[in-house]
């Protein structure tokens, strides 16, 4: 078996010592503060600090990708660590500056307006800054925004980083082998065993009870302090944050979450086919990613180059063309080793104009899938790395849209050649993967709402907090999961940030507006031209604006039925598959 390749940084930067590295991070700095002197004069060019201020991100940006990429394929490197917290630091000059900029621009708010209207200099700016000076609305005084930046790092970020190690480090001693992790219980859920999964789900609970107080006490630190900050910042509540950072509206939120509920018995109806095919009454939490079978085909790494090639070329040549060149000019990162993180992601690095992508290839569908995802991300990446900083940022609910609509590509080309128990296994995947992201997600939601509602009030116990879980998991799965997971909110860590709360929703909302989207350029010819144009347009609107520039209204919740009839044909075909 080849080895699985490496990616190549170099033309990103030499290394984390490098003169160019060390440069770019002074200039990060001196730029910023010459710029936060430029915007106090009164006779400061728009156009031109706005420009400045989009050069300073780009630093910023590349900067932190490139220390960040290093670290998580060498985690234990003490240069990459230095690295990264020499980028932490000085960063926290542009977050100053971020708070000056919002400040100055509102300043500066009729020019704005004139500026940015039909034909003026500025009008493709008119949302972003718009936005900006949205977020300067809802920003307290200059001191004490950076009063709350300082204390996060031993707050908010200090419970996060908490969970996330206690999340990695906690263990229990096994009768029968080495003592294991919860992250090596929680692999086990994919065993094709039974009982060794319902072992190893028994002891994740009993793991989790047994650290349920620090669990807690973090949860209720980061829930407490966000309740705090975004009541100080003005906002009506925590979901409405959200919302803003989302770019949708609660007209939108409401056609999503009304969808995804009115659809719930299909979502069950599939767990109940799951149940037929293991050949059990009902499910339990710990037979969610139970294996189908073991008909699993092996990939190697380059049938997957191949496929994904092959499939987004069938879709659009230019993106073909570039996924080719990802693999060929080892933008991947691909095996598993010691020291690099699990997982996977893509990063963009502005200033060099590319991309990477971390990924730990293991040689079925799934490693194959997980590669087509990331592409789409890369792909987004390099419709968007040609516009100036701010009108490429694009929010979350968008940020999935080409790596799940890249995703299911691929998936439709290896569904055609498959035939029998494989072809079940991959539909059976595809649902596995469509219920977290609706049915699961939905669960978080609802407990997230809930958390906040009763935080308020004051600390939530443990019992508490998994009593609310429980509650959750029973209105979305309702009788088609028996046993429950009423630690699930000790597990995520996305609970445990006050940057973005509700990091549940975008999911949903990636996961059915680019099946939506795969439904609306079956009937549309040229439609990679058009999916092109969402993703352009990602960065500079808010998404319903990005959706109705295709002609569809989020509002609708006749849209998102489509993507969800994507998924209830699949699972007519997982009972269709049922042994008589």
Request: hydrophobic share 40%; proline share 3%.
């Amino acid at each position: 078996m080849k080895t699985l390749p490496t990616w190549d940084l170099s033309p990103i930067y030499p290394s984390v010592d490098s003169k160019e590295f060390l440069a770019d991070l002074g200039l990060m700095t001196s730029r910023s503060r010459v710029l936060e002197v430029m915007i106090t004069s009164p006779s400061a060019e728009l156009p031109a600090c706005i420009a400045e201020y989009e050069a300073i991100l780009d630093y910023q940006e590349t900067l932190d990708a490139y220390s960040s990429a290093c670290l998580t394929t060498d985690t234990a490197n003490e240069l990459y660590l230095k690295a990264t917290a020499q980028v932490e630091e000085a960063s926290l000059v542009v977050q100053h500056l971020e708070v000056a900029f919002r400040n100055f621009l509102a300043s500066r708010s009729e020019e704005i307006a004139k500026r940015t209207e039909t034909g003026g200099d500025l009008e493709p700016y008119r949302f972003v800054l718009s936005e900006l000076l949205e977020e300067q609305a809802h920003q307290m005084e200059s001191e004490l925004e950076a009063l709350a930046s300082d204390l996060a790092r031993s707050g908010t970020d200090a419970f996060s980083r908490l969970q996330e190690a206690m999340g990695s480090s906690i263990h229990v001693a096994d009768e029968d082998s080495q003592p294991k992790t919860l992250v090596e219980l929680r692999n086990e859920a994919s065993n094709p065993d039974r009982e060794v999964r319902k072992r190893a789900f028994e002891q994740e609970l009993s793991l989790l009870k047994a650290y349920e107080i620090p669990f807690a006490a973090a949860l209720n630190g980061v829930k407490g302090t966000t309740i705090s900050l975004d009541g100080r910042r003005g906002y009506a509540s925590p979901l409405d944050r959200s919302l803003s950072q989302s770019r949708i509206d609660r007209q939108v939120l409401a056609a999503l979450i009304s969808t995804i509920e009115n659809n719930l018995p299909v979502f069950r109806t599939y767990l109940k086919h799951k149940a037929a095919h293991l050949g059990v009454d009902d499910l339990s939490f710990y037979d969610l990613f139970a294996p189908l079978g073991s008909d699993e085909h092996h990939y190697s790494y380059e049938d997957a180059h191949e496929l994904i090639v092959e499939q987004f070329s069938a879709f659009s040549p230019e993106m073909g063309l570039f996924a080719d060149q990802a693999f060929k000019q080892r933008w991947i990162d691909a095996g598993s080793r010691k020291g690099k993180v699990g997982g996977a992601y893509d990063t963009a690095f502005p200033l060099a104009k590319q991309s990477r992508i971390l990924a730990n290839f293991d040689y079925a569908y799934g490693g194959v899938s997980t590669l087509a995802h990331e592409l789409g991300h890369a792909w987004h990446d390099h419709v968007v790395l040609d516009k100036s900083n701010l009108l490429r940022s694009y929010p979350m609910t968008l940020a999935e849209t080409a790596s799940i609509f890249s995703e299911f590509l691929v998936f439709q080309g290896v569904l055609e050649r498959s035939t029998g128990p494989a072809r079940v296994t991959l539909v059976e995947h595809f649902l596995q993967e469509a219920c977290q992201v609706c049915v699961d997600i939905l669960s978080r939601f609802y407990f997230e709402s809930a958390v906040f509602g009763r935080r308020v009030e004051g600390d939530l116990s443990a019992a508490e907090f998994c009593s609310l879980m429980e509650e959750a998991q029973q209105k979305t799965y309702g009788d088609a999961l028996q046993v429950k997971h009423p630690y699930m909110w000790a597990v995520k860590g996305h609970y445990y940030s006050s940057d973005f709360s509700f990091y549940n929703y975008p999911y949903a909302f990636g996961q059915l507006f680019a099946l939506g989207l795969y439904e609306v350029g079956r009937t549309t010819d040229h439609f990679d031209q058009q999916y092109n144009q969402v993703l352009s347009l990602a960065g500079s609107l808010d998404a319903r604006q990005v959706a109705s520039s295709v002609g569809i209204d989020l509002a609708d919740p006749a849209f998102w039925q489509r993507g969800i009839d994507v998924i209830a044909a699949y699972v007519k075909e997982l009972g269709d598959a049922l042994p008589n």
